[in-house]
């Protein structure tokens, strides 16, 4: 029998899911307009792995494929893992990097809401450290024609450099490693814009719009974006202040890599991170500082995903720490 | 004058459906050929029943005394004939059955002697007894004795009128309201003086100007002595919650398992009021109530109904459309689907909503939880509800309630708004009576083990008594015999072993009295009237399991720290 409330306002997974990929569009927009068209490309191969495998996986597990696949949150995860992605990874490493999000991340872990990981995260840290230097490749912004990408992607040979540069945090990274040059002298270069990625400075304004739609719409809260990026700011900006020649601003950080699809989409994934409201703000923080840290000190040029991962494995404690007052509790309430 | 609102935490807004009722005035039902009478008006207490079969009734005469300090007082709604007095199925959930009088009406409807009551001749003590002799409960839902609630009369600064509806369809109070306004505002001023409240504060929910504009009217013709203020609440679904209205209105939060009292706010119902009104002027005792009837149906309106009318004799009044599959009493909220149509009406009983697979389709399929926290933003208890969902869906019980599941007022927003559909509300439920259920078993164990114990004694007594006997015996027989300092010895221990043995008894008794007393668990007192009636029906059941072993009082239903929550509707 159905017990009470009878009634229950129209939400659906699959209406939350599709608003996180309609928030997504305008940064897929400006992607495809300034970067490459080939993304689109990258988008439907992801897509559709994604669904079959999903749907592959449900067979095995002997669960109804219809509510799982109409949930579009394997699409949502294919998306993000691809805008990680260069644009010109060839088909199988995306289709990789999928495999890896859908089934082993989510599907062996127990299905949609029981991952402890953020799925397109661990895709992206198993893709760079198995292919590092098909991950490093990231062509100049617009310089390659949709033809080319299109071969690049389909595996055509790749002239490595030819058609790629490295990404505005790489190219900084490096330069700064060298030790002969500031970053005055490094943003000369050609691979960066006014205050980022050439061309690639722009995607961020399209996610930050996708970003305050989903804000908007309810369904994602301040908290984590707030944090994140505050926290990116504070440390980078405090380090940039005492030796501005060493090391990047602020805007330079949050306009660069993956942040602010990070900020709005990726650490905001409501089964692998904090629940809790102060649990986002310090989860989201720690992702921040974290990945300013690998940004700047570590192995890796973008340090995002391993920051996501290390505070994911944090979730259960910060919840467990930060569960808040119930009603009655708290002493302030009482005038 | 502004006053400054306060906001509680989540809340929904389901569609309001009230329009379908709200324009129809109150009429009275028509006099049903049988009346059943539950003696228990809710879950708390029954009434001792002092009529019998074949005997003849007056309107209003009492025919179950109150008993027991929740008890209140039941009379017969109509004139007519006790025609028996037996187990009648109960509108709850579980199908509770309870003693109730059947009356057959005599079509004169004929009252007893009513007399109003004069306060000002009489002391609060007296006032007391005769709202509880009226049977005058709490009409919001819970049915909470109101005599209780109003308490010592001391310390009450504010009284809440609870006037919000909050739940979807209801419109019984809003009806009352606007109709009868000048009896609830009397009946309010009454209740305000017995408390010795310094302020009224009347809360309605902003979708209902009419009642606002009724009630403001009405207070301005009562020229009451102390400050009285009708407030228009934001319609935000729980507002009308006891403790959500009195945050509004007041700002003060009390917590799961405290009384308003103790913070200086209480509340009450608006139809307590009215009942009230009736029972202090008029004499009249509570034997009817407004209940509206809704829904999938093509003449809804609200009713001035008996109580212990059968709900099936109402439904021809709204017209229940043909694809009408259920009936639901209460809200679609909180209230739950008739299984028999025979219950009766009872003073808690405020809306019948005829249900429809159109009007009430049943939940998509669920899904996994995806934490996304929509759950958590809507519930007024400040609870995580996701985080209660798993732990009791993996019955890790004790984890739940680490995580306040008895503060859960089961107001079903998170089951309202789970994108996944999960059915959160039921699985609290079922935890609920998991641990109830746990705890009547360790209790009934411990009894047992007191028992055992208490019997392991008076066994060891008996032994030592016999062996003491034994020992006098031996040796007066040997001191008869000689008298030898050894013997003495022998003789005084016998003696002494008096004492040890009452004080080992009273010990027994002692230990046994406590663990009675803590058989109360923490945090299951302040308990929703649906989750008692959950106790008294496990507790039936472990009764009869048990093979009838002794009945014991159940800790929570006899506690003082009983809410009386006024659950809205
Ligand atoms: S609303 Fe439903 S899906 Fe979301 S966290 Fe709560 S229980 Fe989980
Ligand atoms: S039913 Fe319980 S957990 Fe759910 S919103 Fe209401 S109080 Fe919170």
Sequence with gaps: MIHSPYVRKPASVRAVMGQVLLALLPGVAIYAWIVGAGILVNLAIATVVALAAEAFVLRLRKRPLAPALGDLSAVVTAWLVVLCFPLIVPWWVTTIGVLVAIVAVKHLYGGLGQNPFNPAMVAYCCIIIAYPSLMAQWPPAGELDFQTQLNLIMGGAREIDAVTGATALDAMRTGLRVGEANVAVILEQNAFGAIGGRGYEWIPLGYIIGGLFLLARGIITWHMPVAFISALAAISGALWLVNPDQFASPLFHLATGGAMLAAFFIITDPVSGATTPLGKIIFAAGIGILAYLIRSFGAFPEGIAFAVLLMNMCVPLIDLKTQPAVFGQKRSRVP | ?569
């Design chain 2, 1 to 569: 004058m502004i006053r400054k609102l306060f906001k509680f935490h989540g809340g929904v807004h389901p569609e309001p459906h009230k329009s379908e009722s709200a324009t129809a005035a109150i009429r009275p039902a028509p006099m049903p050929s049988e009346l059943v009478v539950p003696l228990r008006q809710s879950t708390r207490a029954a009434a001792r029943c002092i009529v019998e079969v074949g005997q003849h009734v007056l309107k209003g005469q009492r025919i179950g005394e109150a008993e027991g300090k929740l008890g209140t007082a039941v009379h017969a709604p109509t004139s007519g004939e006790v025609i028996a007095i037996g187990d009648h199925p109960m509108a709850h959930p579980s199908g509770l059955t309870a003693p109730a009088v059947h009356i057959r009406p005599d079509g004169l409807d004929q009252w007893i002697d009513l007399t109003p009551f004069d306060y000002d001749a009489n002391d609060r003590i007296s006032m007391l007894a005769n709202l509880r002799d009226a049977g005058i409960v709490g009409m919001g839902g819970a049915a909470f004795p109101s005599h209780i609630k109003l308490g010592t009369g001391i310390g009450i600064e504010t009284l809440v009128i609870n006037g919000a509806e909050c739940e979807p369809w209801i419109t019984c109070d809003d009806r009352l309201m606007r109709e009868r306004g000048n009896a609830v505002i009397d009946g309010a001023a009454i209740l305000a003086e017995v408390i010795g409240a310094r302020r009224v504060l009347i809360g309605i929910e902003d979708n209902k100007p009419e009642a606002v504009e009724s009630m403001r009217k009405a207070v301005a013709e009562a020229r009451p002595a102390l400050p009285m203020d009708v407030i228009a609440v934001p319609s935000l679904y729980p507002a009308g919650g006891e403790k959500q209205l009195i945050r509004v209105l007041t700002g003060i939060e009390i917590p799961h398992g405290k009384l308003g009292g103790e913070f200086g706010v209480q509340c009450f119902n608006t139809g307590t009021a009215h009942a009230v009104h009736r029972a202090v002027r008029f004499g009249e005792p509570l034997v009817s109530r407004i209940v509206t009837l809704t829904g999938n149906a093509d003449t809804p309106g609200n009713y001035e109904v008996l109580v212990g009318t059968p709900i099936q004799h109402l439904l021809p009044l709204m017209g229940p459309r043909p694809d009408t599959d259920r009936f639901l009493l209460g809200g679609p909220m909180m209230g739950f689907a008739l299984t028999d149509l025979s219950v009766p009406i009872v003073k808690g009983s405020n809306c019948i909503i005829a249900a429809s697979p159109t009007l009430f389709p049943p939940p998509p399929a669920e899904l996994p939880c995806i934490r996304c926290g929509e759950c958590a933003r809507a519930c007024p208890a400040e609870l995580q509800p996701f985080e209660l969902y798993w732990f009791s869906r993996s019955r890790n019980f004790g984890k739940a309630q680490e995580y306040h599941l008895f503060d859960c007022i089961e107001c079903g927003c998170c089951s309202y708004v789970c994108p996944s559909h999960i059915p959160l509300v039921d699985y609290y439920r079922f935890a609920k009576s998991e641990i109830w259920a746990r705890e009547r078993e360790s209790a009934a164990a411990d009894q047992a083990r007191d028992r055992f114990e208490f019997r392991n004694y008076r066994q060891e007594r008996e032994k030592t008594e016999k062996a003491a006997k034994l020992a006098a015996k031996a040796a007066e027989t040997k001191a008869k015999l000689a008298e030898t300092e050894g013997v003495d010895n022998k003789v005084q221990v016998a003696d002494g072993s008096e004492d040890p043995k009452k004080a080992l008894i009273a010990a027994a008794l002692a230990r046994a009295k406590q663990q009675k007393a803590a058989i109360k668990p923490a945090n299951t007192d302040n308990l929703p009237p649906e989750a008692e009636a959950e106790i008294a029906e496990i507790e039936a059941r472990r009764q009869k399991a048990l093979g009838g072993s002794e009945p014991k009082p159940l800790g929570v239903l006899t506690t003082d720290n009983n809410g009386g929550e006024d659950k809205q509707s």
